[in-house]
């Protein structure tokens, strides 16, 4: 039988024990093997001598029966749940470690926040999950407070976090707005920004000053989305004159501007997830044809597809976070699980749930948000259909047709996006309630979508005088989308900075 052999340190890993305890068992008799200089351990071998010589102590002194009904059970729930706690216990246990991280006044606010949760109703799960919940929003008000920017709005934010669940409309430049947010405030951005020179409401005078403006935008919206979230990026890469050299049309080539705006993302401190190729079908010009004649090197760029490009930001946080599972803060960091993302391992002994190799529960901010859909019922459920037609990375759906056949204009505004992009955006990326921004709403889609989905959808457009009224048409349009009409959408308006 082959045998494999393993150093210390991978002992001490799979009984979970410190260098310390390790000795002390080598003393007593732990079976080694010499490999030259150095000593091997033969896992099965350990296993057999630790139950057989009533090693478990080390073991078995943190938890008794917690150990034996892992042995028996695999039904987390019913371990979980024989040990009863509520929120006073957890608010003892980490005594110490909340007054390290908290003033007074904080730990006041959140025992007051603790005490309006009746903890008799609920399941060990659920205790420890409202006990993380206002931790971790404790944590982000304090984070959020001591990075204000100089041009915090008050009632900019105010108008934003106002309870009810109307479609937010700031009039404004984006940028400015931006500046006056909340720091990571946000949960999801969605949008399709101006394409360069694409349109007349948008001109550049080339188009290093077109990416350097886009650019402060990025840096600005780094600073407002939540932490270990996402940005949604739909760009084409468009047909037109980079005006660096020549301004005529012999200038005019393709402008990959999805390859720029992934290094520019990067740069900026995203991390460029995926290019879903939007595939739009029929290609809108006939550079292609060459009258019509099929010979060589008669190729030039077509525009039959869009990129829907994903960024996630990961802003590497070291401070604490509670275990999921038994809500301690004796936990120790462990390694970045991606880069930015820390990762945590709960050292309470008494932990519900502990790996096979003994190891206390693994988690990191992400994980933990990964998961709030457990008990939520099925608030958050992605149809079958969505992930059908987001299962590649090349996806068909048709461009918004917005000229009718008298050639009109029907929506009012010239660039559109398609519901698909917000939809797949907002189901895939939020949790119900959260808050969706689109820096460059246009005809305001992914607001609309959102309110929809019942996420607060937040939109701003520079451009009042051409589309408010066409804006405001869309919403009241897109009402009997919504279960309720009332508080449809409320209006802001940003003073330069
Ligand atoms: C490509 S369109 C957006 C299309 C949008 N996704 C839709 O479905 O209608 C870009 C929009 O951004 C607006 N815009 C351009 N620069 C802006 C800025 N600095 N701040 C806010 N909005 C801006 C334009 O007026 C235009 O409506
Ligand atoms: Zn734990």
Not at 372 to 383: A, G, Q, V
Not at 423 to 442: C, N, Q, R, S, W
Request: hydrophobic share 35%.
């Amino acid at each position: 039988m082959e045998t494999t052999l393993v150093k210390e340190k991978e002992v001490c890993e799979y009984l979970n024990i410190s260098r310390t305890t390790f000795w002390r068992l080598k003393k007593d008799g732990l079976p080694t093997l010499k490999v030259g200089n150095s000593y091997r351990y033969n896992i099965d071998e350990i296993k057999n001598w630790v139950v057989s010589e009533g090693q478990q102590n080390y073991q078995t002194k943190q938890n008794p029966e917690l150990y034996e009904n892992l042995e028996n059970s695999d039904n987390e729930d019913k371990i979980i749940n024989d040990y009863r706690i509520n929120i006073n216990y957890l608010l003892e246990h980490n005594k110490t470690c909340l007054s390290k991280i908290f003033t007074i006044a904080e730990l006041e606010k959140l025992k007051s926040n603790l005490k309006t949760i009746n903890d008799e109703e609920l399941t060990n799960q659920q205790i420890v999950r409202k006990f993380s919940d206002e931790f971790i929003k404790l944590q982000q008000e304090k984070y959020q407070k001591e990075n204000r920017q100089k041009d915090f709005d008050e009632n900019l934010n105010n108008f934003i976090n106002q309870d009810n669940n109307g479609i937010r409309i700031v009039w404004g430049n984006c940028l400015d707005t931006l500046k006056k947010m909340e720091t990571e405030s946000v949960q999801l951005m969605v949008t399709s920004p101006p394409y360069y020179n694409a349109r007349d409401y948008s001109q550049w005078e080339n188009i290093d000053l077109y990416l350097e403006d886009m650019r402060m935008i990025i840096r600005e919206s780094y600073r407002v989305l939540d932490n270990h979230r996402v940005w949604v990026w739909n760009v084409g890469d468009i047909f037109d004159n980079d005006r660096k050299t020549v301004k005529s049309t012999w200038g005019k080539r393709r402008l990959p501007l999805g390859a720029y705006f992934i290094k520019l993302f990067e740069e900026e401190g995203f991390e460029f997830v995926d290019d879903v190729i939007w595939d739009k079908g029929e290609v809108e010009s006939k550079r292609h044809m060459n009258g019509g004649m099929n010979y060589p090197f008669y190729q030039y760029p077509l525009n039959c597809y869009e990129h829907i490009l994903i960024f996630h930001k990961h802003r590497l946080d070291t401070k604490k976070i509670p275990c999921p599972v038994c809500g301690s803060l004796k936990v120790n960091g462990n390694s970045q699980s991606e880069i930015g993302v820390q990762s945590w391992e709960c050292k309470n002994e008494k932990c519900f749930v502990r790996s096979v190799n003994n190891r206390g529960k693994r988690f990191s901010l992400r994980t933990n948000m990964m998961q709030e859909w457990h008990d939520n019922d099925n608030r958050n459920f992605i149809e079958k259909k969505v992930i059908n037609k987001w299962r590649r990375d090349i996806v068909a759906f048709p461009p918004v047709i917005k000229i009718n056949h008298n050639g009109t204009n029907v929506l009012g505004h010239s660039a559109p996006f398609p519901y698909d992009i917000p939809e797949m955006a907002i189901k895939y990326f939020t949790f119900h309630g959260e808050k969706v921004l689109d820096p460059f709403a246009g005809s305001f889609t992914t607001p609309i979508v959102a309110r929809n989905l019942k996420r607060i959808g937040i939109g701003i457009e520079l451009n009042k005088t051409m589309f408010h009224d066409a804006i405001i048409n869309h919403i009241k349009a897109s009402k009997n989308m919504f279960n309720d009409d009332t508080n449809l959408y409320n209006e802001f308006t940003i003073n330069p900075v």
